[in-house]
């Protein structure tokens, strides 16, 4: 899986993208190199909460010259996606894996692309399906994210719908 921004930084500043070895530790969780400076930057001007997010050793993927022409012949057309996101959305067509981001406009290119996503309602449905995390945990996970991200949380029921 390839994670945008937007997922690690929620989760980040709350202390918890340790969830995602928890819930993919036989996987890679990959972020390509784009993403990486994102984060940087944040560090950069002050949000120490990257520290954690980059403490995790993600694997930093870096696109090669013939995804590098594909950004370039793209990202004029779509300039309401973000570097980060476009790359990734690129890598994980080419690769066949999965992209987590929360934004909706990424989701609609992935969607366009045959790219599948999860978004925050989908790790978290994941954390709880797989007894990483239970109920009232990921009620304490939802608190802290839209207390520390100031981000409001839809979608809340799909969590715990229909897991047995």
């Known amino acids: 899986m390839i994670f945008d921004t937007d997922i690690l930084s929620m989760l980040g500043k709350i202390g918890r ?3 995602l070895r928890k819930l993919f530790p036989e996987m890679s ?3 390509t190199f784009e993403v990486y400076n994102e984060l940087l930057r944040a560090k950069e001007v002050g949000y120490e909460f990257v520290n954690g997010i980059l403490e995790q050793g993600f694997k930093v993927i870096h696109l090669d010259p013939d995804l590098i022409k594909e950004y370039e ?3 004029e057309e779509l300039k309401e996606i973000h570097t980060g996101e476009l790359t990734s959305i690129l890598l994980c067509k080419r690769k066949g894996m999965a992209f987590v981001t929360n934004d909706g406009k990424a989701k609609r290119f992935c969607e366009e692309n045959g790219v599948e996503w999860l978004d925050i309602i ?3 449905r994941l954390c709880y399906r797989k007894h ?3 109920k009232r945990e990921i009620e304490n996970v939802i ?4 207390e520390k991200d100031r981000t409001r949380i839809t979608r809340k029921g799909e969590i715990f719908a229909d897991v047995v």
């Open 143 to 146: 608190r802290d994210i839209e």
């Open 17 to 19: 993208t340790d969830l």
């Open 132 to 134: 990483v995390l239970d």
């Open 122 to 124: 989908d790790i978290l």
């Open 73 to 75: 012949q793209k990202k």
């Open 29 to 31: 969780v990959i972020i």
